[in-house]
């Protein structure tokens, strides 16, 4: 590949791809638009494209000349953050009191047709290196595509658009849509893009201007779309207005042309898997989300009985793993109206459905109750954690969350990679071998003790302990950004040494090391260990061990006691800025205090809240029968009586028969009472012994023959 790099030029055999055909579904195979095509390329030669990519998009980014209102393909970009600055143009513009449209674009065929002699300008302009340049030249001439079907083959010269499966291609598109941005639009016009699909947000006083505005617009990004040989689809550019407090309506909307073709006027489109609509009440969007989640729940379940049998551990993890993000996307765009108790309600029912599957309760148990019975957050809550999470680990904005403030500034940010050239992505191997007791050798521990930290640095020179050092931290600190810090500290004293060209350092951390061993990493700490590393390198020989921690071993065992003697100090020596995984701990013991208070206060679930009085992120997963004590929904007479299936709600002995009637005074379960190990004045305790849980079937399947069968199904 470097002599790739010196001829400044690709093997022609690297340029052929080979292609393959993927049917659409539910679409006629008989006509060509009906596949889309994929084109597979050699493996060294998308190596070698992936490494001339890292440095292109590095020259970019350091110049400042990668637009951040391209969302698509995009480090810290995503399709929440697309959807997000969609909401926030929507708002900025609602503000001014004006009247408000989206015109959602489709770019016909763009990585298929968009002009090659577009990127290698934007390559000039970018001041890109000859040879990288050179390179980008020759592999975009003498392409080949080859489809081989029926013992048959064809090549086909492949002269436009960017190269077809290579790894290359989404960054030459953007480089191209860059340019999109520096149109000039009238003003209250503004366009983002993720990828190639393009939402324009027009502004105006009146529908008129609306219409002028967005004419006037559109005409400059068709004059655009010409100058780099693409053009924009009329057939699929939609135009919504947005109707939320009356400024638009969907009977007389702003009449927009598009290459003199009228654009068709919807009530809502989908924007990367999210359905807006005019009003921004998001109603259509949750709908169909929760129709798909229905649908899974029932396939799912079916699925699991037949092949699974009624594995609750395994359809929590579907639930957590699959059901939950799924229902959950979008919270870029629907999360700022999070605080309305009808998006709230709406969430927490779409969450019922597969709450009632993953329990096997009856299906008139409440939803608050399945929440606690499944040991799973309530989802509006769940999306309030998304939501904060998202504001300010990627956003890098405040939010308050309850009682909780989160300040973004507390928090250590995120690396971008493409910050330092690729050429600095060293690794830094790790050996597993012991100390010697030669040499210079450096052990580095972090501890932390009674919620304080404190990380060390121990040096033996030939066996003999020299040196020790230890600080304490801020009590926010973790254990891992201890052991980074006993690391800065040992390399801090390899820089001071000026006589001893071997040193080995040790660490039980493990993460830190395969941390340091990776090529990549977004954790700022690290980036500058290895800027040192690299410095130290240059001079010194020195390598990196592992030991396993607490096994005898005389310096990783003083480098311990040193970092825990450190957190006795009064006040800590360094204040590190809160690790990204604080954020976690801190959001779910405000939601966990927030839904402990709304199962307090709830109506419903009151029969589940005298078993289960706290509320806990661990399911509590039991058979059907246990299921009817624990809930209270089941064959018992007060239950028929509630839903009107019996004409009075006494059991046999004459008492009001519900749950505790037949665990603490019935004459009829009395033989099977005194077996229960409980107290009856503390319910919860009867599920504190699992010899309680074959008794409580027998009681309850004894309770279900005293009573008539009412129904010809049981109600689930």
Same mark, same amino acid.
């Given at each position: 590949?470097?002599?790739?790099?010196?001829?400044?030029?690709?093997?022609?055999?690297?340029?052929?791809?080979?292609?393959?055909?993927?049917?659409?579904?539910?679409?006629?195979?008989?006509?060509?638009?009906?596949?889309?095509?994929?084109?597979?390329?050699?493996?060294?030669?998308?190596?070698?494209?992936?490494?001339?990519?890292?440095?292109?998009?590095?020259?970019?980014?350091?110049?400042?000349?990668?637009?951040?209102?391209?969302?698509?393909?995009?480090?810290?970009?995503?399709?929440?953050?697309?959807?997000?600055?969609?909401?926030?143009?929507?708002?900025?513009?609602?503000?001014?009191?004006?009247?408000?449209?989206?015109?959602?674009?489709?770019?016909?065929?763009?990585?298929?047709?968009?002009?090659?002699?577009?990127?290698?300008?934007?390559?000039?302009?970018?001041?890109?290196?000859?040879?990288?340049?050179?390179?980008?030249?020759?592999?975009?001439?003498?392409?080949?595509?080859?489809?081989?079907?029926?013992?048959?083959?064809?090549?086909?010269?492949?002269?436009?658009?960017?190269?077809?499966?290579?790894?290359?291609?989404?960054?030459?598109?953007?480089?191209?849509?860059?340019?999109?941005?520096?149109?000039?639009?009238?003003?209250?016009?503004?366009?983002?893009?993720?990828?190639?699909?393009?939402?324009?947000?027009?502004?105006?006083?009146?529908?008129?201007?609306?219409?002028?505005?967005?004419?006037?617009?559109?005409?400059?990004?068709?004059?655009?779309?010409?100058?780099?040989?693409?053009?924009?689809?009329?057939?699929?550019?939609?135009?919504?207005?947005?109707?939320?407090?009356?400024?638009?309506?969907?009977?007389?909307?702003?009449?927009?042309?598009?290459?003199?073709?009228?654009?068709?006027?919807?009530?809502?489109?989908?924007?990367?898997?999210?359905?807006?609509?005019?009003?921004?009440?998001?109603?259509?969007?949750?709908?169909?989300?929760?129709?798909?989640?229905?649908?899974?729940?029932?396939?799912?379940?079916?699925?699991?009985?037949?092949?699974?049998?009624?594995?609750?551990?395994?359809?929590?993890?579907?639930?957590?793993?699959?059901?939950?993000?799924?229902?959950?996307?979008?919270?870029?765009?629907?999360?700022?109206?999070?605080?309305?108790?009808?998006?709230?309600?709406?969430?927490? $029912?779409?969450?019922? !459905?597969? =709450?009632?599957?993953? +329990?096997?309760?009856?299906? #008139?148990? *409440?939803?608050?109750? %399945? @929440?606690?019975?499944?040991?799973?957050?309530?989802?509006?809550?769940?999306?309030?954690?998304?939501?904060?999470?998202?504001?300010?680990?990627?956003?890098?904005?405040?939010?308050?969350?309850?009682?909780?403030?989160?300040?973004?500034?507390?928090?250590?940010?995120?690396?971008?990679?493409?910050?330092?050239?690729?050429?600095?992505?060293?690794?830094?191997?790790?050996?597993?071998?012991?100390?010697?007791?030669?040499?210079?050798?450096?052990?580095?521990?972090?501890?932390?003790?009674?919620?304080?930290?404190?990380?060390?640095?121990?040096?033996?020179?030939?066996?003999?302990?020299?040196?020790?050092?230890?600080?304490?931290?801020?009590?926010?600190?973790?254990?891992?950004?201890?052991?980074?810090?006993?690391?800065?500290?040992?390399? $801090?004293?390899?820089? !001071?040494? =000026?006589?001893?060209? +071997?040193?080995?350092?040790? #660490?039980? *951390?493990?993460?830190? %090391? @395969?941390?340091?061993?990776?090529?990549?990493?977004?954790?700022?700490?690290?980036?500058?260990?290895?800027?040192?590393?690299?410095?130290?390198?240059?001079?010194?020989?020195?390598?990196?061990?592992?030991?396993?921690?607490?096994?005898?071993?005389?310096?990783?065992?003083?480098?311990?006691?040193?970092?825990?003697?450190?957190?006795?100090?009064?006040?800590?020596?360094?204040?590190?800025?809160?690790?990204?995984?604080?954020?976690?701990?801190?959001?779910?013991?405000?939601?966990?205090?927030?839904?402990?208070?709304?199962?307090?206060?709830?109506?419903?679930?009151?029969?589940?809240?005298?078993?289960?009085?706290?509320?806990?992120?661990?399911?509590?997963?039991?058979?059907?029968?246990?299921?009817?004590?624990?809930?209270?929904?089941?064959?018992?007479?007060?239950?028929?009586?509630?839903?009107?299936?019996?004409?009075?709600?006494?059991?046999?002995?004459?008492?009001?028969?519900?749950?505790?009637?037949?665990?603490?005074?019935?004459?009829?379960?009395?033989?099977?009472?005194?077996?229960?190990?409980?107290?009856?004045?503390?319910?919860?305790?009867?599920?504190?012994?699992?010899?309680?849980?074959?008794?409580?079937?027998?009681?309850?399947?004894?309770?279900?023959?005293?009573?008539?069968?009412?129904?010809?199904?049981?109600?689930?």
């Amino acid at each position: 590949m470097n002599a790739c790099l010196r001829v400044r030029g690709f093997p022609t055999s690297w340029k052929v791809s080979k292609l393959i055909l993927l049917g659409k579904p539910g679409r006629d195979l008989t006509l060509p638009k009906s596949y889309r095509p994929i084109c597979l390329l050699t493996v060294f030669s998308k190596l070698l494209d992936k490494l001339l990519t890292h440095r292109r998009t590095n020259l970019f980014y350091t110049k400042g000349l990668l637009n951040d209102r391209q969302h698509g393909f995009r480090i810290g970009k995503s399709c929440e953050t697309a959807n997000n600055a969609l909401w926030e143009d929507i708002q900025e513009a609602l503000r001014c009191k004006g009247k408000v449209c989206l015109i959602s674009l489709d770019v016909q065929g763009a990585f298929d047709t968009v002009w090659q002699q577009s990127v290698l300008y934007r390559l000039i302009a970018a001041q890109c290196p000859f040879n990288i340049f050179a390179m980008v030249r020759d592999y975009f001439q003498d392409r080949t595509v080859q489809y081989h079907f029926n013992n048959n083959s064809w090549s086909f010269p492949d002269t436009r658009g960017v190269p077809q499966g290579s790894c290359s291609g989404p960054f030459y598109w953007n480089i191209v849509l860059d340019t999109i941005f520096t149109v000039d639009l009238p003003t209250g016009c503004s366009v983002q893009a993720f990828a190639d699909y393009l939402i324009l947000l027009v502004r105006g006083e009146t529908k008129r201007d609306i219409e002028i505005k967005s004419g006037v617009a559109l005409e400059r990004l068709v004059s655009w779309a010409h100058k780099h040989k693409l053009q924009f689809n009329s057939d699929k550019t939609l135009l919504m207005p947005l109707t939320f407090g009356g400024r638009l309506t969907l009977v007389d909307p702003p009449r927009v042309f598009l290459n003199g073709q009228l654009l068709q006027v919807h009530k809502g489109f989908r924007y990367l898997g999210v359905w807006w609509d005019g009003s921004l009440t998001f109603t259509d969007h949750f709908n169909r989300v929760r129709k798909r989640v229905d649908l899974l729940s029932c396939r799912l379940s079916v699925v699991a009985d037949r092949f699974f049998s009624r594995n609750a551990q395994l359809h929590l993890r579907i639930y957590k793993g699959a059901i939950e993000p799924f229902i959950l996307y979008g919270y870029g765009a629907w999360g700022n109206r999070i605080h309305l108790q009808k998006i709230r309600s709406t969430l927490n $029912s779409i969450q019922r !459905r597969p =709450l009632l599957q993953l +329990t096997g309760a009856y299906r #008139t148990v *409440s939803t608050v109750a %399945l @929440q606690v019975v499944a040991g799973v957050l309530p989802l509006d809550l769940k999306a309030i954690e998304a939501l904060a999470k998202f504001r300010v680990k990627v956003l890098r904005r405040d939010m308050e969350v309850g009682s909780r403030a989160f300040c973004s500034s507390n928090y250590l940010s995120r690396v971008h990679i493409f910050a330092s050239h690729p050429s600095t992505w060293t690794v830094h191997p790790f050996l597993y071998t012991g100390p010697l007791g030669s040499d210079i050798e450096i052990f580095t521990d972090g501890s932390k003790m009674n919620g304080h930290v404190g990380c060390s640095v121990v040096v033996y020179y030939h066996g003999q302990l020299i040196h020790t050092e230890g600080h304490r931290l801020n009590d926010e600190a973790s254990v891992y950004q201890a052991e980074i810090s006993g690391f800065t500290l040992a390399l $801090s004293f390899v820089q !001071r040494i =000026l006589y001893w060209d +071997t040193v080995r350092i040790y #660490t039980d *951390s493990l993460s830190l %090391l @395969q941390a340091l061993a990776a090529a990549q990493t977004i954790d700022p700490a690290i980036w500058q260990l290895k800027a040192t590393l690299r410095e130290i390198k240059q001079n010194r020989e020195i390598s990196l061990h592992w030991v396993k921690a607490h096994v005898g071993t005389a310096g990783n065992e003083m480098a311990d006691l040193v970092a825990k003697h450190a957190t006795t100090k009064a006040q800590p020596d360094q204040i590190l800025l809160r690790p990204l995984t604080h954020i976690n701990s801190e959001l779910k013991a405000e939601l966990l205090s927030q839904w402990q208070d709304r199962w307090i206060l709830a109506v419903n679930g009151r029969t589940t809240a005298e078993f289960l009085p706290q509320v806990a992120l661990s399911p509590h997963f039991y058979n059907r029968c246990i299921l009817q004590i624990l809930t209270g929904h089941g064959r018992f007479p007060s239950y028929f009586h509630r839903f009107a299936l019996m004409d009075h709600d006494l059991c046999e002995c004459g008492q009001r028969g519900d749950v505790f009637h037949y665990i603490r005074n019935c004459p009829r379960t009395g033989d099977l009472r005194s077996k229960l190990v409980f107290d009856p004045l503390y319910p919860p305790s009867l599920f504190e012994h699992n010899t309680n849980f074959p008794i409580l079937d027998q009681l309850v399947t004894r309770v279900c023959g005293m009573l008539p069968n009412v129904l010809k199904k049981r109600v689930f």
